[in-house]
T-cell receptor, first 115, second 113 residues
Framework: SAVISQKPSRDICQRGTSLTIQCQVD?????MFWYRQQPGQSLTLIAT?????????ESGFVIDKFPISRPNLTFSTLTVSNMSPEDSSIYLC????????????FGPGTRLTVT | KQEVTQIPAALSVPEGENLVLNCSFT??????LQWFRQDPGKGLTSLLL???SQREQTSGRLNASLDKSSGRSTLYIAASQPGDSATYLC????????????WGAGTKLIIKP
């Protein structure tokens, strides 16, 4: 199994600012995902970040608002830009073990509150 | 289009009871199905993964079954404990090349001491 850490675990930010969330995995993985979970809702996929290629964004999410970096097989960042209160959510990093079982693992999440 | 439904949305039972959480999906062409647990404000913990060729998986007090033909999976929790209180999510990975998980809305479980 993969162990995933995220920084920060939580933050309170002002409207109009940006926050970069870091995701570190303890093993090399090809497929990495970023999800958002708004209060009381299920998970929504923001983008898929594969090393060596541009991130693929889901409908409703754009690179200018959620730029993603994937510099190597164990690390990724998601930036939430020009934040508004509607961006208040839990942001989750996730990886897929595509070598064996196609089991998906999640980080502990970053709880973002925008005031 | 694959859709995943979890019933009930919420469940409250006394400690010590055995219970079953249900997950149904509309397209039987799945690659695998995964059950997760989420504590409030936290990330997701993978509980059990069932491949499309399997009928069930067990881990401790948890047993998950899969019936592709009827589009159903169940998560059985034996001898429930207050620490089992959490939201349980079912997610299906489609059988095509799309790697995205399709999520149920979850069952919020409360175990009363």
């Amino acid at each position: 199994s993969a162990v995933i850490s995220q920084k920060p675990s939580r933050d309170i930010c002002q409207r109009g600012t940006s926050l970069t969330i870091q995701c570190q995995v303890d093993s090399q993985v090809t497929m990495m995902f970023w999800y958002r979970q708004q209060p009381g809702q299920s998970l929504t996929l923001i983008a898929t970040a594969n090393q060596g290629s541009e991130a693929t964004y889901e409908s409703g999410f754009v690179i200018d608002k959620f730029p993603i970096s994937r510099p190597n097989l164990t690390f990724s960042t998601l930036t939430v830009s020009n934040m508004s209160p509607e961006d208040s959510s839990i942001y989750l990093c996730s990886v897929l073990d595509s070598r064996t079982s196609y089991e998906q693992y999640f980080g502990p999440g970053t709880r973002l509150t925008v005031t | 289009k694959q859709e995943v439904t979890q019933i009930p949305a919420a469940l409250s039972v006394p400690e010590g009871e055995n219970l079953v959480l249900n997950c149904s999906f509309t397209d039987s062409a799945i690659y695998n199905l995964q059950w997760f647990r989420q504590d409030p404000g936290k990330g997701l913990t993978s509980l059990l993964l069932i491949q499309s060729s399997q009928r069930e998986q067990t881990s401790g007090r948890l047993n998950a079954s899969l019936d592709k033909s009827s589009g159903r999976s169940t998560l059985y929790i034996a001898a429930s404990q207050p620490g089992d209180s959490a939201t349980y999510l079912c997610a299906v990975r489609p059988g095509d090349s799309n790697y995205q998980l399709i999520w149920g809305a979850g069952t919020k479980l409360i175990i009363k001491p």
